[in-house]
């Protein structure tokens, strides 16, 4: 029996996370962990005497409060053995990650939870969620990335994606490292029934139009958040340490999928996106530069999944699509095939 902690539960994807392992009778207790308040949609887990789900609030990305969760006595009382770690993603916070004693807040998440899953005895396992857009690409929409591809290490990187891959490169330099289990589930664009998009960084974020490349359409790669919950549910269950592709069997232009979303995907001449990015860089204003550079905005990928398949038994079960919601009107949502 599994007893969890998992971060950023007030989010998305954290709070799917959390309905999926309340359901499942292989978690026993569950910690739920955020900087806000617990969702209205957590009170019935929280009620009772002896709620199977705690809640507290922390700032994940400063050493104190971290420090405090991990030696606090519920922490104890609870006995977690598996973290969770859920990174910040929800459509409200700035897709270019603030910065927190000198790291972007995403890189110093990572780093202090693994530095104190490392250091908790009762801790066995960490399951981390990271992203599929650390891979470097090649020209063209044919690019099939498994796990063994290599990084784009670029220096001139988009600052949105240099996070994720500080992250990834963190968390997989303990993968096989003895103690402590690490399952990495590397995601593409997550989908969720509304049409909210996250985990892109073209999409995500706040609403209007999106540039792109003038004759680019880069293909993405989809999961559904019920898939991406059901993968860590796997992988908290797995005895297997690795660095993991998780994605559904749908694939989308990057046009479509802006337009599924309400948004629209304006081409634009390369040379004016660099351009573009190099006066938002000079201005300080990086959440406009990540979305206007880097190869991401011209060639597109699928991933292969086979390796989860094998060894933690996970294969995407939702299909990501439109669907005619009560008033007639076409929204993308996610379904079970």
């Not at 007030?10 to 806000?36: N, Q």
């Not at 009772?48 to 705690?54: D, E, F, M, Y």
């Not at 989308?252 to 996106?273: E, G, H, I, K, Q």
């Not at 990540?290 to 905005?297: E, I, K, P, Y």
Request: hydrophobic share 40%.
């Amino acid at each position: 029996m599994a007893r969890v902690l998992v971060t950023h539960a007030d989010e998305p994807m954290g709070r799917r996370v959390v309905k999926t392992l309340f359901h499942d009778p292989g978690v026993e207790a569950i910690l739920a962990v955020a900087d806000g308040p617990p969702p209205r949609s957590f009170d019935h887990f929280l009620a009772g005497t002896q709620p199977r789900v705690s809640y507290a609030r922390v700032d994940l990305a400063r050493h104190r409060p971290v420090n405090d969760l991990f030696h606090g006595s519920r922490f104890r009382s609870l006995e977690i053995d598996t973290v969770v770690h859920v990174p910040r993603h929800g459509a409200a916070s700035s897709e270019v990650a603030p910065i927190v004693s000198g790291l972007p807040e995403r890189t110093a998440e990572a780093r202090l939870v693994l530095q104190h899953a490392l250091e908790a005895a009762s801790i066995s396992s960490l399951v981390a969620v990271g992203s599929a857009f650390v891979y470097r690409l090649p020209p063209g929409n044919a690019n099939r990335l498994n796990e063994d591809c290599e990084l784009d290490l670029d220096p001139d990187v988009a600052p949105e994606i240099r996070s994720w891959i500080d992250c990834d490169m963190i968390l997989h330099g303990e993968v096989g490292g003895g103690r402590l289990r690490v399952a990495l589930l590397r995601v593409p664009t997550v989908v969720a029934a509304g049409g909210y998009v996250y985990m892109n960084p073209v999409l995500a974020g706040r609403p209007g139009p999106r540039l792109r490349a003038l004759g680019f359409d880069p293909i993405c790669a989809l999961v559904s958040d019920k898939d991406v919950a059901r993968a860590v549910q796997a992988a908290v269950h797995s005895r297997r340490s690795g660095i993991y592709n998780v994605a559904g069997g749908e694939v989308v232009p990057l046009s479509v999928l802006a337009r599924w979303t309400r948004r629209r995907s304006l081409p634009v001449p390369t040379p004016l996106l660099g351009w573009m990015a190099a006066g938002a860089r000079l201005a300080g204003n990086e959440e406009l530069r990540s979305s206007l550079d880097g190869n991401h905005l011209r060639y597109g990928f699928t991933l292969d999944t086979s390796r989860a398949e094998r060894d933690l038994g996970f294969r995407a079960s939702s299909r990501v699509g439109l669907a005619r919601a009560g008033d007639g009107s076409l929204r993308l949502e996610t379904a079970t095939a």
